[in-house]
């Protein structure tokens, strides 16, 4: 198979890259040097390259940074999807398009809503979660209205080696280590309060291509776990790796303007579909973040 990857450097489109070539694929990177919302400059990408499949996961993708810029939030993930959409109909009609939305789309669920199936009323809380909200009607109009074969995800919390220490797990990870070097006993954290459904990145990414190849035109899956741990679980996890006489202090300055309480997914739609289930551990990807920012000290 031949695949476009937008957003190609970032920490999901490393792993799929990796992925991919693993499986035999031909992969062509695109990141910062191509604009998403560039209609002639996509256009000219899939031309040349000529996919098969399109997975397209460029997007400003940072939930409490979108807080600072959401009309920039919109645009980028928005009108990028709709361009990628749109030059792939023009130079790729062929291509499967992998459009990434988010479990953020659900908001704030009552406990008596889980698990999150696909059918789920989306209530987006943030602009990050409004624009990724926004994308799949996109996607959708391009399927039903268009007959391209595009297909949406929500993927919820994923994490692994690689990810940006502007997420929660490889921030504390490091701000542990860097405690510890320092001799400091207390490490500022964030709201503690919330849960998430954890997927190991390269168990999403195997995901993904298996969407392209078994997913429906039009259809959205979750990839998830099914089971919702608590932030303060995997912080006291990685504190007994790392430096357990730590002790966490709440900042509120690295707390979200809004944040929602829980999240956990029904996998179901998409395990039917593809066969696809999760095989790495939390407790392995923490040892896998952990020995990560133990090697960055």
Same mark, same amino acid.
């Given at each position: 198979?031949?695949?476009?990857?937008?957003?190609? $450097?970032g @920490?999901v489109?490393?792993?799929?890259? +990796?992925?991919?070539?693993?499986?035999?694929?031909?992969?062509?990177?695109?990141?910062?040097? @191509?604009?998403?919302?560039d209609?002639?400059?996509?256009?000219g990408?899939f031309?040349?390259?000529?996919?098969?499949?399109?997975?397209?996961? $460029?997007?400003?993708?940072?939930v409490g940074?979108?807080?600072?810029?959401?009309?920039?939030?919109?645009?980028?993930?928005v009108?990028?999807?709709?361009?990628?959409?749109?030059?792939?109909?023009?130079?790729?009609?062929?291509?499967?398009?992998?459009?990434?939305?988010?479990a953020e789309?659900?908001?704030?669920?009552?406990?008596?809503?889980?698990p999150?199936?696909e059918?789920a009323?989306?209530?987006p809380?943030?602009p990050? $979660?409004?624009?990724?909200?926004a994308?799949?009607?996109?996607a959708?109009?391009?399927?039903?209205?268009?007959?391209?074969? $595009?297909?949406i995800?929500?993927? @919820?919390?994923?994490?692994?080696?690689?990810?940006?220490?502007? @997420?929660?797990?490889?921030?504390?990870?490091?701000?542990?280590?860097?405690?510890?070097?320092?001799?400091?006993?207390?490490?500022?954290?964030?709201?503690?309060?919330?849960?998430?459904?954890f997927?190991?990145?390269?168990?999403?990414?195997?995901?993904?291509?298996?969407?392209?190849?078994?997913? +429906?035109?039009g259809?959205v899956?979750?990839?998830?776990?099914?089971?919702?741990?608590?932030?303060?679980?995997?912080?006291?996890?990685?504190?007994?790796?790392?430096?357990p006489?730590?002790?966490?202090?709440?900042?509120?300055?690295l707390s979200?303007?809004?944040?929602?309480?829980?999240?956990r997914?029904?996998?179901?739609?998409?395990?039917?579909?593809?066969?696809?289930?999760?095989t790495?551990?939390?407790?392995?990807t923490?040892?896998?973040?952990?020995e990560?920012a133990?090697?960055h000290?």
């Open positions: 198979m031949r695949a476009v990857i937008t957003g190609a $450097a @920490f489109g490393r792993h799929l890259a +990796t992925h991919l070539a693993e499986a035999g694929d031909v992969v062509a990177a695109v990141d910062r040097d @191509f604009d998403v919302t209609h002639v400059a996509m256009s990408v031309s040349s390259f000529n996919p098969d499949a399109i997975y397209h996961l $460029a997007a400003l993708s940072h940074s979108s807080w600072d810029d959401p009309s920039e939030v919109l645009r980028v993930n009108l990028g999807t709709s361009c990628v959409l749109s030059a792939a109909r023009k130079s790729a009609p062929s291509a499967s398009v992998l459009v990434v939305s988010s789309v659900y908001g704030n669920v009552r406990s008596e809503e889980l999150l199936s059918s009323e989306i209530r809380s943030s990050y $979660a409004a624009s990724k909200a994308v799949e009607p996109v959708r109009q391009a399927s039903l209205g268009f007959g391209q074969r $595009a297909i995800v929500r993927p @919820f919390n994923h994490i692994g080696p690689g990810q940006s220490p502007t @997420f929660f797990v490889p921030a504390v990870a490091r701000r542990l280590v860097e405690a510890r070097a320092a001799g400091l006993r207390e490490v500022a954290v964030g709201s503690l309060a919330v849960r998430r459904d997927t190991d990145v390269r168990d999403v990414v195997r995901a993904y291509r298996l969407v392209v190849e078994r997913g +429906t035109s259809e899956y979750n990839v998830c776990s099914g089971i919702d741990v608590s932030i303060a679980e995997v912080a006291d996890r990685l504190r007994e790796h790392i430096y006489h730590a002790v966490f202090v709440e900042d509120p300055g979200r303007p809004q944040d929602v309480p829980i999240l997914g029904d996998p179901r739609r998409l395990h039917e579909a593809t066969g696809w289930s999760p790495i551990t939390l407790d392995a923490l040892r896998d973040v952990v990560e133990l090697a000290a």
